[in-house]
Each structure stands twice: as structure tokens, then as C-alpha cells.
């Protein structure tokens, strides 16, 4: 398992703040006791993953805060652009979770001493914090991460082999998991989880292994494209061996 690292700084910068001042005075700049998290889904290797980030020795989703002057959808929007670098990704809102007892301030200190950076017990974000989630469906081939301000590396988890995960993110992500299983019974945004053209082989393998479990091919099919949605394309796929799938996408109108 190879996770892409960075180097963490003392001279890290929080939206033009460096470190020090981003945890003095971040209240000047965003709002207290309020943040965003983003379950950002992707599928590979026939396999439901989710994006993740380390600090310390435990690993947490992408988030951020939300600035004084901007609404929570702009902020959300923001944070998984940074994220991503996709112009217009799938984005929906999860939940609000807020535990009386939620709050990082172990995993900060943690992450403080590692740095070397004096620690303070007063810092805002030590404080009862809580998250509005939002879950993001992306096709990874498009999505170019990095290591961002304060994290150490980031990596793509399989849903079935989550790692040791800050506070209750593990709960928020198993919860977007569920979410989608949902989601895709009432409305057509799997296909956000592939390329522009796909088979409806592969639509149906996305689908099983969403919903885990396995789906009649025929019959899936037809429901498919009952909805209307999806448009057959002429050419037909021609690296499979045998029989070639037609190929699909979705309908331009369904963009505009």
C-alpha cells in the first residue's frame, strides 16, 4: 500500500495565515465551532473507495472551515475543488453530526508535539466542534489529490479496509456508504463513479458492488434504460475480447 506523502512545516499557511496565527486568531476568519467534511467516493478496481488524509498516526477526511463571509455550500464547494481540481463534481449534503463530547484536541496536540510547534490548550479548534458532512461521487482517473496545508499523505481506501480514522469519521463515512445505497434506488448519479463512456456491464458491476449484492444483468439493464437517461453510442467497444458491449453515456441534456 503506497500512500503519496508531503513534508509537514512549521511554516504552514491556512488561506494566507501561517500555522501560528491561523490557530490565535482563526476566529477572526472563520467560523467558530463549525465545520465541513467531505466524503469523496471514487470507484477502481471494482471496488467502492473513499479519500482520506493523514495527520499523526491516524487518518481523516478532507474538511475544512467555513470563512465569515462565505455560505456553507461555497465553502464545501471550495474545500473538494482544492481537493479534486474537478470543475463540477457531484456534491450532496450527508448530515450534521455534532456529539457532545466532539471535539480534536488530543489529535491536535498530537500532531503539534510531532511538529514541534508549542502547544496551547486554549486554541479554537480545540473546542466543541461541529461538522456539517457532505459526500462528493467522482471519477478517480480525473481527480488529482495532493497533500494539503496540515496533512501528510493522502490515499484511496477501499470501504471494506478503512483504516484507524480521527474521532467519529469512520461513523461519517460508513453513513455516506449507506446514504448511496439509498440514493441510487430513488436517482440516476452512479455514473458520476465512471468515465464519460461505459458499458452497461459496468454499470451494473458499480451498482453490485454498491449495493453489495449481486443484480440480475438483464433485468437491471432494461431498468436502466427505461429511465431514459442514457444514450447507446454507434461505435461499439473494441479492447474486450468476444462479444463487445455497446457503449453509453449520459444524455447531453441531462448536463444542461
Not at 79 to 91: A, K, Q, V, W
Not at 101 to 108: A, L, P, Y
Not at 219 to 242: D, H, I, N, V, W
Request: hydrophobic share 35%; with cysteine; aromatic share 14%.
Amino acid at each position: 500500500m503506497k500512500f503519496i506523502c508531503g513534508k509537514m512545516s512549521q511554516s504552514i499557511i491556512f488561506a494566507g495565515m501561517e500555522l501560528k496565527e491561523f490557530f490565535e486568531h482563526g476566529t477572526d476568519y472563520y467560523l467558530p465551532h463549525l465545520s465541513i467534511d467531505l466524503v469523496i467516493i471514487g470507484y477502481q478496481d471494482n471496488r467502492l473507495k473513499c479519500l482520506l488524509l493523514k495527520i499523526g498516526e491516524k487518518w481523516l477526511l478532507p474538511g475544512g472551515y467555513i470563512q465569515t463571509d462565505e455560505s456553507v455550500d461555497d465553502a464545501a464547494t471550495k474545500i473538494l475543488m482544492n481537493r479534486t481540481h474537478l470543475e463540477d463534481p457531484y456534491l450532496k449534503f450527508l448530515s450534521v453530526f455534532g456529539d457532545k463530547d466532539r471535539q480534536f484536541s488530543n489529535e491536535w496536540k498530537e500532531y503539534f508535539e510531532k511538529a514541534g510547534i508549542p502547544w496551547n490548550e486554549e486554541y479554537w479548534t480545540n473546542k466543541r466542534f461541529i461538522t456539517l458532512a457532505f459526500y462528493s461521487l467522482v471519477d478517480i482517473n480525473k481527480t488529482h489529490p495532493e497533500v494539503g496545508e496540515y496533512d501528510e499523505a493522502f490515499f484511496w481506501f477501499s470501504f471494506d479496509e478503512l483504516p484507524e480514522m480521527w474521532m467519529d469519521h469512520k461513523s461519517i463515512v460508513l453513513e455516506a456508504r449507506n446514504r448511496l445505497k439509498q440514493d441510487i434506488k430513488h436517482e440516476q448519479i452512479s455514473y458520476n463513479l465512471l468515465s464519460n463512456y461505459f458499458t452497461m456491464p459496468e454499470l451494473n458491476q458499480l451498482h453490485q458492488a454498491i449495493l453489495e449484492k449481486k443484480l440480475d444483468r438483464s433485468r437491471f439493464q432494461k431498468k436502466m434504460l427505461a429511465s431514459g437517461m442514457f444514450e447507446r453510442l454507434p461505435k461499439l467497444q473494441k479492447e474486450t475480447p468476444g462479444r463487445n458491449p455497446y457503449q453509453y453515456r449520459v444524455k447531453k441534456e441531462e448536463f444542461e
